[in-house]
């Protein structure tokens, strides 16, 4: 059972990536069309001219996590903007405020038409009274030389001060958004991640500890750097200083289920891992908020098994594979967890064999994808309401397509786990994956069928990919 310790606890540490990949649910219609408005009118502080809505950056799928959860804290607009200004500057508007330091960029335009309206005036010929062709013949040779001088130093200064507005404008532009914050986001992503050899990731980690401490002396209330922070102290074994960071957040949003079970994993490590009464109250708070949520589903598990409630853990366990990757070697070992508790508390097993179903899939896709004869693609069938994770699931490539995929429950790695028989609607995805990997991104491609009905489930079925994933 050690693999399955180690691979739960990994699962718990991770919780935030699973939590990311959920679509977003919104209390209200106003919080959804506000959500809209605002990732539309605010700027991505490390892409080119693209706003949080149409960015793939990670800093703006961050930034769109963070508005989401203020929306939900009760957050208005003008305070979610400042919030943005005020971490990363007036970059991250696309109308910057009229401001002593943004006057430069609001006036430059019209300074340089009144720059191009006097090098009209100064260079506007002057015409001799009389014969003008005369007296051009006349003027002497060094009245000539001076006019052209004079020209030539109106044409530089001209060019000069065009040149020095556009970039005065530009760097004041560029220096409005905040390099330390962007610096320490990217840091954060790096160490959570784990980029860095074992002696490296210590040190990185008191380097990012330091760079948010120093942060939030200046900025006390920034709740995302307040959540990375805690997550820092509590991955180092600060227990104490990382219990009062997630007191901040779970009184402040009260109703972000990831804030609560990490809070309560923190206070079950700091106990000797002892589920306390408290510890257990905003776990079982965490899943009134969110059924499927990682922390709070492998805690509950890994404690049932540990004081041997077999039953338990099993319920708690079969409800987090629903809500992981499947395919991976955590979802594999939290499987095993499941037979081994089976076996241990004498539990018989809900595989339901006579259940199983087989389709054929045909799959076809949009030029616009541009997809390649070696691009991946995932074709699975899922649940068409309840648990999003798959029933079945191919992995396969553009150029191998042409024979159709054949879903099939009976071999599936997750036979077994879910009951089929208590699902009556289903749908098959077929997914252009560009990073190969089974969770769906940004900038993926997909197409999903009309659903699909236990008692009319076709053999053979088409789907076509011609839908790319906003966000």
């Keep these: ?7 739960l606890m990994w699962v718990l540490c991770c919780s935030a990536v699973y939590a990311s990949i959920d679509a977003y649910e919104f209390q209200n219609d106003e919080q959804r069309h506000l959500y809209q408005k ?41 305070e979610i903007v400042d919030f943005m200004r005020d971490r990363y500057g007036d970059f991250v508007l696309y109308k910057p405020r009229i401001q002593w330091n943004t006057l430069l960029l609001w006036l430059s335009p019209l300074v340089l038409v009144l720059i191009v309206l006097l090098r009209l005036v100064l260079a506007k010929p002057r015409v001799a009274t009389g014969n003008s062709a005369a007296a051009v013949v006349a003027q002497s040779a060094s009245a000539i030389n001076k006019q052209l001088i004079h020209g030539r130093w109106i044409n530089g200064i001209s060019l000069l001060a065009l040149l020095a507005i556009a970039a005065g404008s530009l760097l004041i532009y560029r220096q409005m958004g905040s390099v330390r914050a962007l610096q320490i986001t990217d840091l954060g992503r790096a160490v ?7 002696d490296e990731q210590v040190r990185q980690q008191w380097l990012l500890l330091g760079e948010l401490d120093a942060w939030l002396a200046d900025h006390p209330n920034d709740e995302g750097f307040i959540y990375m922070r805690a997550r820092l102290l509590s991955m180092a074994g600060e227990w104490d200083r990382a219990i009062n960071d997630y007191q901040h957040l779970v009184t402040n949003f009260p109703d972000q289920d990831n804030f609560l079970a990490e809070y309560a994993q923190t206070l079950f490590l700091k106990n000797n891992r002892e589920l306390t009464d408290d510890t257990r109250a905003f776990l079982n708070s965490a899943l009134a908020l969110n059924p499927h949520n990682v922390t709070a589903l492998g805690l509950l598990g890994m404690y049932a098994f540990e004081q041997k409630d077999y039953r338990a853990a099993v319920e708690k366990w079969e409800r987090l594979l629903q809500s992981i990757p499947q395919g991976t070697p955590q979802a594999a070992a939290i499987a095993d967890g499941v037979a081994r508790a089976r076996e241990l508390g004498g539990l018989q097993s809900t595989a339901l064999v006579a ?11 949009d030029a616009a994808a541009g997809a390649k ?16 994770m798959p029933l079945a699931v191919v992995k396969t490539t553009v150029a ?20 089929l028989s208590a699902i009556n609607t289903f749908e098959v995805v077929a997914r252009l994956s560009q990073s190969g990997q089974p969770v769906p991104t940004v900038g993926d491609w997909e197409g999903i069928s009309e659903p699909l009905q236990r008692n009319a489930l076709p053999a053979e079925l088409r789907v076509i990919i011609a ?3 906003p966000q």
């Design 373 to 388: 004869p070696d691009s991946v693609v995932f074709v699975l069938l899922r649940a068409k309401n309840g648990p999003r």
């Design 38 to 78: 605002l990732t539309e009118e605010l700027r991505c502080p490390k892409c080119q001219n693209q706003n949080l809505a149409d960015s793939d950056s990670q800093i703006a799928a961050d930034l769109r996590k963070e508005l989401y959860q203020q929306l939900l804290s009760g957050k208005s607009e003008g």
């Design 1 to 7: 059972m050690r693999r399955l310790a180690v691979c």
């Design 192 to 198: 959570f991640s784990q980029q860095f050899t074992d």
């Design 400 to 419: 191998a397509l042409a024979d159709g995929v054949v879903l099939d429950t009976a071999t599936s790695p997750m036979k077994g786990q879910i009951d």
């Design 355 to 365: 259940t199983d179903l087989q389709l054929r899939v045909h799959v076809s896709i």
């Design 467 to 469: 839908q790319k994933i």
